[in-house]
Every structure is written in C-alpha cells, then in structure tokens.
C-alpha cells in the first residue's frame, strides 16, 4: 500500500487543527508534527489540542512528550540519529531522515520507514532539490532496495502532478508539505494528490 504521509508546516496555519482534523479522520493521515522553532511548553500546548488524533501523530521535536502523550512515536532528524548512541527501547522511534545510499548503508536502528529526500524541487524551501526525472528515481530506489528493506517514502517537492513518478519508481509512500499547506484549500490539494495514486 502507497502511504500519504502530512508533514505540519513549521508555523501554525490559521486553520490548521480543522485540517489535521480532516485529514486523520476522512483519509487516515500520518502526521509528522514539525514545529522546529517551539519550545517545550509550546509543543506541550499543541499536542492538547488534539487528543484524538495523537497516536496518528509522529513528533520530531522534544521527543520527551512521547513519554507524556499517547503519539505514534518519533522522528530522528539526521543530527538526532548521529547524536544518540542508542535508542531506549520503551522509545517509539518511527522514522527517520535520510539523503543519500550511504546513509542508507549506516542506518542501524530497524525504522518503520524512512524519508529519502530531496526528490524534486522543495516547494516550501526556496533552492532545495533537484528536478529529477522518473528514470533516476526508479534507479535510485533499485539501489536503495538492494541495501535496506525499511520502507521507503519519498520526500521533497512531490504534489499531484509528479505524485504518480513517485508510486511508480517503486517508492512506498510520499511525504508532502508545501503541495498540501500552501494552497488556499490544504484539504482539497491533499485529496486530489492522494486521487493520483
């Protein structure tokens, strides 16, 4: 099964828990909580004001708060993965953030699935990302099979027009942020990706 997976944009939209909302209750989303400029209480604050929907939610930030709230578990930035020793085994650790095969060859925790990024041209970061064709990502994705049989979600510039690449290049799912955020209606760009595939 190919996985949508909803990254939060790093500051609040104004409409933000209505959409998140939508998102887990209509579609099933995973939502990956990315608010990288809160502060502990902050988050704290965030994470009240969505009990149902927490164990759809993967934080990537104070990673502490899994202790405290019933979330799906954490995401390991790649600064977190090369900082921690070891993982406690009472942690939730989900996922992880990976940008090249070597990388790949280096994981040593087993993730439910990581992030491979960049695919295509951010749309939230300006000048990240390449344009990559269809053909390179099928390449990349042999390769990175050969070495891991962790689940791999593509990453980075994906939105419903090059979505369908991303499915057919052998990836098993797609994060998206920007395609999803930064349109007037997040939840009706987020249904016609997900129509794509």
């Known amino acids: 099964m ?22 887990v209750i209509d579609y099933n989303c995973t939502i990956h909580i990315r608010k990288p400029n809160f502060n502990l209480a902050e988050y704290e604050t965030y994470l009240q004001k969505y009990n149902q929907l927490l164990p759809h939610f993967v934080l990537h930030e104070h990673h502490s708060l899994e202790k405290y709230f019933p979330v799906k578990g954490i995401h390991l930035k790649e600064s977190d993965r090369k900082s921690v020793k070891e993982i406690p085994k009472d942690v939730k650790v989900i996922s992880t953030s990976l940008h090249t095969i070597h990388d790949v060859k280096n994981i040593l925790h087993e993730f439910e699935y990581f992030f491979y990024s960049p695919l295509f041209e951010s749309i939230s970061k300006q000048n990240y990302g390449f344009n990559n064709t269809y053909e390179v990502l099928k ?53 016609r990706i997900a129509s794509m595939v």
Do not use: C, Y
């Open 139 to 191: 390449e990349t994705v042999l390769e990175l099979k050969k070495t891991t049989s962790i689940p791999i979600i593509g990453l980075g510039g994906i939105h419903e027009e090059n979505i369908v690449f991303v499915k057919k290049s052998g990836f098993d799912g797609a994060a998206v942020l920007g395609a999803v955020w930064e349109q007037s209606d997040p939840v009706a760009a987020f249904g």
């Open 2 to 23: 190919f996985n949508i997976i909803v990254i939060t944009p790093e500051t609040n939209h104004p409409h933000e828990a209505d959409i998140l909302h939508t998102l």
